[in-house]
């Protein structure tokens, strides 16, 4: 016990984080009776479950930071802060999951709100490595700002926007997490490592009991937690080092973000309002083909098959992130070539449920 107090966090710490979430998880599947139907249109599960898996996890990693803290040795205070306002996004989505359709506008404006306060805290964007934009930022507090917030907002909705399979959300955060893992072990910030080591182990509680068969959800409010402490943790980490390239980011997150930005790119070319549900995502697509044709999957099978193909992306964009942390050309080449990838599956898989006269959802 003593070699345990004094070298914390250690694989027994690591361990007992896992534990704390299991078992806030099972509770909250036991009792957790507060449920809200999935939008239909979005609906790819054959049961409703609580969707307080967020809360768990944010639970979980508050008590052993807390813990931590007091007993073992002072958290870095950037992490602390960075922890704190993760719990104001929780709150934001974590409305939606209780009180239900909570105004698009209304989460993104309480979105931009938290992550201008946690900018002032935790610092700007101060460098994209691009020689142009660079100079801007420098010469510019307001476009400084501005890029942190828009890509904070962005990338902590993208994580809900890709929240519609079991394991989906929650192990693209831990393939992300990990590529950040190593990247803070590089730049020598031990805090940083030890963080995000604890909060994978807090996501896999979740994780085994979300998927394959989805006995619990994140919800918005945990979508929301896990993209805000991975989009303002990477700024952070960014503005602390030269030694890396700021694409590495870009590419370890490169699946949410051009998610993202062709779902807005499809949706205003077909004039379809952004706060309005649809089924055009990849990972829908990847369903819906899986569940139609000679070999129909029953949807929890078909979903917990289309998540493991979908997480293939956040995988290999978080190897390579690795292998090229410090080549600013070969990771935005990786970006360029995984985009790509992209759009020849996303439109291969459409047009395979055109000719099956499913109705084309672009």
């Excluded at 909570?102 to 490595?129: Q, Y």
Aim: charged content about 10%; glycine content about 6%.
């Amino acid at each position: 016990m003593t070699y345990f107090l004094h070298h914390f966090p250690s694989i027994l710490g690591f361990l007992i984080t896992y534990l704390i979430s299991l078992l806030i998880i099972l509770l909250l599947v036991r009792w957790g009776h507060l449920n809200r139907n999935f939008d239909q249109i979005q609906n790819s599960h054959e049961h409703v479950a609580n969707r307080f898996g967020g809360i768990a996890i944010a639970v979980a990693m508050l008590l052993v930071v807390c813990y931590q803290n007091i007993a073992i040795e002072k958290i870095n205070i950037e992490i602390q802060v960075l922890f704190f306002f993760s719990w104001a996004a929780l709150f934001i989505g974590f409305l939606d999951d209780i009180l239900g359709h909570v105004s698009p506008i209304f989460r993104s404006l309480a979105m931009i709100g938290v992550a201008v306060i946690a900018g002032f805290n935790l610092g700007w964007l101060d460098k994209v490595h691009i020689d142009l934009i660079d100079n801007l930022v420098n010469d510019n507090l307001i476009l400084a700002a501005s890029l942190t917030v828009v890509g904070v907002v962005g990338l902590t909705n993208s994580f809900n926007l890709i929240d519609g399979l079991n394991g989906l959300c929650s192990g693209t955060a831990i393939l992300i997490l990990a590529a950040l893992c190593y990247v803070s072990s590089v730049l020598g910030f031990k805090e940083f490592t030890s963080f995000y080591l604890l909060l994978i182990f807090c996501i896999f509680g979740f994780f085994i009991l979300n998927f394959p068969r989805g006995r619990i959800f994140l919800g918005d409010g945990g979508a929301y937690f896990l993209g805000f402490l991975i989009a303002q943790g990477s700024i952070l980490l960014n503005s602390r080092s030269t030694e890396i390239s700021s694409w590495v980011f870009v590419l370890m997150c490169i699946y949410n973000i051009w998610e993202t930005i062709f779902s807005m790119l499809r949706r205003a070319i077909s004039r379809q309002s952004w706060s309005v549900a649809d089924r055009g995502h990849l990972h829908q697509l990847v369903f819906d083909n899986l569940c139609q044709g000679k070999s129909v999957f029953q949807k929890t099978t078909a979903n917990a098959l289309a998540s493991i193909l979908c997480l293939l992306f956040p995988a290999a964009s978080s190897v390579l992130a690795m292998m090229f942390f410090d080549n600013s050309s070969a990771l935005q080449l990786a970006c360029i070539c995984l985009v790509i990838v992209y759009l020849a599956i996303y439109f291969s898989l459409r047009a395979r449920l055109t000719k099956a006269n499913t109705p084309a959802r672009f």
